[in-house]
């Protein structure tokens, strides 16, 4: 078993602070590919609706992220 640190950055211009929720995130060396290993959830409590991305910082062959909405 091995722990990982990730960096989140948020940039946020308005009033109230974006929630982030990151359920428990699993990886497994036997995973086959298209595995889900996590679901991340953003959240803001502003007037307007927001719109979150996530990326990575640095394009991979080994991971990728996907927007479900």
Known sequence: MSFVKVNV???????????????DIFLCENDVKNTVIGILEAFD??????????????????FSIKDYG
Not at 11 to 23: K, R, V
Request: glycine share 0%; hydrophobic share 35%.
């Open 45 to 62: 409590k502003d007037d307007r609706p927001a719109t979150f991305t996530f990326s990575l910082a640095i394009p991979s062959s080994n």
């Open 9 to 23: 950055n948020v940039l946020d211009i308005n009033d109230n602070p974006p929630e982030l929720i990151a359920h």
